[in-house]
């Protein structure tokens, strides 16, 4: 039985990131960052280029995330109250003298 070979290009299973910062309309970039996802560091400058640029701190972070929470909260409890108050009562059935189900 013959093996099939496999040709993989060098790190095609590797994912790739890329962040950027152009300067307005002429689009002079002035933070470029490209690293592969198993660069840790690289990651990191990633996030701090971004928390800079955007003016977020932790205490936004725990917000956005807490809001989040409370949404989801809210949306996963209310269905289930309303289908108890939905469900509606069983039907009684009547049976016969000979036990038939009228």
């Not at 269905?79 to 108890?84: C, L, N, W």
């Given at each position: 039985m013959?093996?099939?070979?496999?040709?993989?290009?060098?790190n095609?299973?590797?994912?790739?990131a890329?962040?950027?910062?152009?300067?307005?309309?002429?689009?002079?970039?002035?933070?470029?960052?490209?690293?592969f996802?198993?660069?840790?560091e690289?990651?990191?400058?990633?996030?701090?280029?971004?928390?800079?640029?955007?003016g977020?701190?932790?205490?936004?972070?725990?917000?956005?995330i807490?809001?989040?929470?409370?949404e989801?909260?809210?949306?996963?409890?209310?269905?289930?109250?309303?289908?108890?108050?939905s469900?509606?009562?069983?039907?009684?059935?009547?049976?016969?003298?000979?036990?038939?189900?009228?």
């Amino acid at each position: 039985m013959k093996n099939k070979k496999i040709f993989n290009r060098n790190n095609s299973s590797i994912m790739r990131a890329k962040l950027s910062f152009d300067e307005g309309f002429a689009e002079r970039p002035i933070y470029t960052i490209k690293g592969f996802v198993t660069e840790k560091e690289k990651g990191v400058n990633m996030i701090e280029l971004i928390r800079d640029n955007f003016g977020i701190c932790d205490e936004d972070m725990r917000k956005v995330i807490r809001e989040r929470l409370e949404e989801y909260n809210k949306n996963f409890f209310t269905p289930i109250e309303k289908m108890r108050k939905s469900v509606a009562k069983p039907v009684e059935w009547k049976r016969d003298e000979r036990g038939n189900i009228i």
